[in-house]
Nanobody, 125 residues
Framework: APLVESGGGSVQTGGSLRLTCQAS????????LGWFRQAPGGETEPVAR???????SYADFVKGRFTISKDEAKSIFYLQMNNLKPEDSAMYYC????????????????????YGQGTLVTVSS
């Protein structure tokens, strides 16, 4: 099943958004889940990753502001974004792939095998 993001939008500096990724088939047993972003004309930037052994990692520029989590029962994972800044403006993509074992090695989010169409986040000053 494809990955489908939602929840993007326009907010002012300091605002919050919660991005949602429908990820049927990717949120149980062995998996790598993640978010990355890409600003216009820019490179992809890993934002956050959640591995099936529970390990979570964040880019330095979002630590303390963004939280990745999942709801296995709904096959959904989230990116809660607080205290947003204009430099957070970008297209955000969720990404996922399965692994053969729980806790299998995960690449950075922008190198995961499957990703959605993206959801746009715009933060105004």
């Amino acid at each position: 099943a494809p990955l489908v993001e939602s929840g993007g939008g326009s907010v002012q500096t300091g605002g919050s958004l919660r991005l949602t990724c429908q990820a049927s088939g990717y949120t149980s047993f062995g998996y790598c889940l993640g978010w990355f972003r890409q600003a216009p004309g820019g490179e992809t930037e890993p934002v956050a990753r959640l591995d099936s052994d529970g390990k979570i990692s964040y880019a330095d520029f979002v630590k303390g502001r963004f939280t990745i989590s999942k709801d296995e029962a709904k096959s959904i994972f989230y990116l809660q974004m607080n205290n947003l800044k204009p430099e957070d403006s970008a297209m955000y993509y969720c990404a996922a792939e399965r692994t053969l074992t729980i806790g299998g090695s995960c690449p950075p989010p922008d190198r995961l095998a499957n990703y959605g169409q993206g959801t746009l986040v715009t933060v105004s000053s």
